[in-house]
T-cell receptor, first 114, second 114 residues
Framework: AQSVAQPEDQVNVAEGNPLTVKCTYS??????LFWYVQYPNRGLQFLLK??????LVKGSYGFEAEFNKSQTSFHLKKPSALVSDSALYFC????????????FGTGTRLTVIP | DSGVTQTPKHLITATGQRVTLRCSPR?????VYWYQQSLDQGLQFLIQ???????AKGNILERFSAQQFPDLHSELNLSSLELGDSALYFC?????????????FGPGTRLTVT
């Protein structure tokens, strides 16, 4: 069975500070991992994905994520947070050996404080 | 703008009624996905179609059904509506398989059942 855990419902960070949004996963087989962001009253927007290759993945808006197979984690990071980064962030996982759809985490609300 | 369109934006209806939500995928995308987002259940995958055929099924109730037409637009039919069906319904599209292709989300249809 596939599952994703986002252990923090809420993350607060000061503007200009680095931010991390945590995600751990469970799949049978190799994982394919995604991060999406949802702004108020909008649909989800794709940020980045890990399929294979380099463990550090760079995405949109200066975000990056590190795939860690031993810790089954895929944390989202950004070196310097902006107030405009405040949004709801979703981690998602799929695998070739699993169902042909994405499993989303429960989301983490990021608030960047000016 | 993701290129995915959904109509209507808002829908208010009474319990027991039936509604149809419509989605047009991004140009060239063959896969269409439907999701339900509610406060208590988070983002739930309902169903996926690929080039007119059902490809994957998630937590979709028997009262709900969907189809994808030859022009690749999709409709989600919700019948015998209950108060608990009130939610945001998102459509997403991708070029191919859910496990490796990022999905592009529409703006959603907010359904309110009274």
């Amino acid at each position: 069975a596939q599952s994703v855990a986002q252990p923090e419902d809420q993350v607060n960070v000061a503007e200009g500070n680095p931010l991390t949004v945590k995600c751990t996963y469970s799949v049978s087989g190799n994982p394919y991992l995604f991060w999406y962001v949802q702004y108020p009253n909008r649909g989800l927007q794709f940020l980045l994905k890990y399929i294979t290759g380099d463990n550090l993945v760079k995405g949109s808006y200066g975000f990056e994520a590190e795939f860690n197979k031993s810790q089954t984690s895929f944390h989202l990071k950004k070196p310097s947070a902006l107030v405009s980064d405040s949004a709801l962030y979703f981690c998602a996982v799929s695998s070739l050996t699993g169902a042909n759809n994405l499993f989303f985490g429960t989301g983490t609300r990021l608030t960047v404080i000016p | 703008d993701s290129g995915v369109t959904q109509t209507p934006k808002h829908l208010i209806t009474a319990t027991g009624q039936r509604v149809t939500l419509r989605c047009s995928p991004r140009s060239g995308d063959l896969s269409v996905y439907w999701y339900q987002q509610s406060l208590d259940q988070g983002l739930q995958f309902l169903i996926q179609y690929y080039n007119g055929e059902e490809r994957a099924k998630g937590n979709i109730l028997e009262r709900f059904s969907a189809q994808q037409f030859p022009d690749l637009h999709s409709e989600l039919n919700l019948s015998s509506l209950e108060l608990g069906d009130s939610a945001l319904y998102f459509c997403a599209s991708s070029a191919g398989r859910a496990d490796v292709y990022e999905q592009y989300f529409g703006p959603g249809t907010r359904l309110t059942v009274t």
